[in-house]
């Protein structure tokens, strides 16, 4: 097997990388909660290994929307 340095040392097969997505779910639950098929997809991509987990965060930070700015109020 050869190192591949787009994921670390603890990440460099499908196995490794599907422990990985479990603890990062373990740790922050919001990622395991029922996700979109594009979610689902994303994570399928990662542990095959088509994606680092940074490809992955970009594209989830592209599909979702900003939250609209808070907004003032005058004389408040």
């Known amino acids: 097997m050869t190192y591949d340095s787009r994921f670390g040392p603890a ?3 499908p196995q490794q990388r ?3 997505l479990r ?3 373990c740790t922050f ?3 395991a909660a029922r ?3 594009l979610t689902q997809q ?3 991509r990662y542990v095959a290994g088509e994606l680092s987990w940074g490809d992955v965060r970009r ?3 592209q599909a979702t929307p900003e939250p609209p700015a808070h907004r003032q109020r005058r004389g408040a």
């Open 29 to 31: 639950p919001q990622l």
């Open 42 to 44: 994303l994570f399928d």
């Open 23 to 25: 603890q990062l779910q």
């Open 11 to 13: 990440a460099q097969t």
């Open 35 to 37: 996700v979109p098929a």
């Open 18 to 20: 599907a422990y990985v």
């Open 59 to 61: 594209a989830l930070d």
